[in-house]
């Protein structure tokens, strides 16, 4: 279906409908939507890991591209109501409106947001959340009742976690990089990449267990309750679940599986901080979303929709700072960047992350081994002067 039908509904391809925000004023072709529809409920139906939220804005966003041009809207105006669709599709899906809404304008830039597009976008998640909730849509909501009073210490392993989920937002975003590379080395009829997948799968099930399948809810509600023992890899486990999903040829969103992810590496961590697991697991969930997407604001606004306000500022400082850890990279590569996370970096602001990503890879990785060389430096001048090579390294 995907092949034939709508080719822009392969993946998650949110990062499909920001392309089309930038270069084409929003225009989508409409077939996307019953295919993707029809593509990602297949790809859930027999276990692949996806998840929902990608489907259901680029679905809103092509049905308000359709609307677009059913009343003749100027290409301003187009891609005005595609945002909207956007903000709509993930607040319909995880019951979250006003995260929904900061998401559909925060998603699009590195750094930047159109107020402009605000009003409307808050409008269509606000009622694309009421609509499902009239019709009887039950949403999660799992306020975390055990925050630690704030000190210097806590604060201090917040800080740390905010780290720990930048570097797992990292090996996010180049474990799915590389599932796409080695995917286009597979030349041969597109379609039959799906089998392929689906045997990795199986096999990768038989060898761990079925719980890195599908949307993995009960997984995640397990860490949040703090009831469910996981094995501390299980986080790399559901991205390479992942990867192979999307890859090859599955269809699906990328934020129940970051949830996945952030949760079970925040139960991994939490012995290692000295925090609570499920404390650790909520703000772990935010905080990946805010590094593998870039979208800090809405990740901060999402604690507070999903745990309640106690944990919301400590998780959403570990959400910035896991924002500025994953560097210039992203799970949507058509981001356009609108600013340097580090003034170590000159960033070519205004154009796309998919352009500039071996560059600053680059550029980051000349400037993290500086880093090393300099704490070597400064640990063997502590051992006696011996590290001071009197500048000739």
Not at 21 to 35: E, F, T
């Amino acid at each position: 279906m995907v092949k034939y039908l709508a080719p822009e509904a392969k993946g998650h391809r949110t990062e499909k409908v920001i392309e089309a925000v930038h270069k084409r004023s929003g225009k989508i072709a409409l077939p996307v939507v019953p295919v993707k529809l029809a593509a990602t409920v297949a790809t859930l139906f027999v276990g692949g890991s996806v998840g929902k939220e990608g489907p259901s804005a680029q679905i809103g966003a092509g049905l308000a591209s359709a609307f677009a041009d059913l009343f003749r809207f100027g290409p301003g105006d187009r891609k005005k109501l595609v945002i909207c669709g956007i903000s709509a599709g993930f607040a319909s899906v995880f019951g979250t409106p006003i995260a929904g809404s900061i998401f559909g304008i925060e998603v699009l830039f590195v750094g930047g947001m159109l107020y402009e597009v605000l009003l409307p976008s808050f409008m269509a998640g606000l009622i694309s959340y009421e609509v499902p909730s009239r019709l009887g849509v039950t949403y999660f909501y799992h306020p975390i009742k055990f925050v630690p009073a704030f000190s210097s210490a806590f604060f201090a392993k917040i800080v740390l976690a905010g780290i720990l989920f930048g570097i797992v937002s990292v090996i996010m975003i180049e474990g799915l990089r590389a599932g796409d590379k080695l995917a286009e080395r597979l030349r041969f009829w597109t379609p039959l990449r799906g089998v392929v997948g689906g045997f990795l799968l199986i096999g990768l099930t038989l060898i761990f267990s079925r719980q890195y399948l599908g949307l993995g809810l009960d997984s995640i509600e397990g860490t949040l309750n703090g009831t469910l023992q996981v094995v501390w890899y299980a986080f790399l486990i559901k991205i390479v679940f992942t990867s192979i999903t999307l890859a090859m040829e599955g269809s699906g969103g990328i934020i129940t599986p970051m949830f996945f992810v952030g949760a079970t590496a925040g139960s991994a961590f939490a012995p290692l901080l000295g925090i609570d697991p499920a404390t650790a697991a909520a703000i772990g969930m935010v905080a990946l979303v805010s590094g593998a997407a870039n979208t800090p604001i809405a990740a901060s606004i999402l604690s507070v929709e999903l745990f309640g306000p106690a944990i919301a500022p400590y998780a959403a400082i570990a959400a910035v700072i896991s924002f500025l850890i994953s560097g210039h990279r992203s799970v949507y590569p058509s981001q356009v960047l609108a600013m340097s996370k580090s003034p170590s970096l000159a960033v070519e602001q205004g154009c796309e992350i998919v352009e500039a990503h071996p560059t600053f890879v680059a550029r980051e990785k000349s400037l993290i081994s500086f880093l090393y060389y300099k704490v070597w430096l400064f640990v063997c001048n502590l051992g006696g002067g011996k590290g001071d090579t009197g500048g000739k390294s």
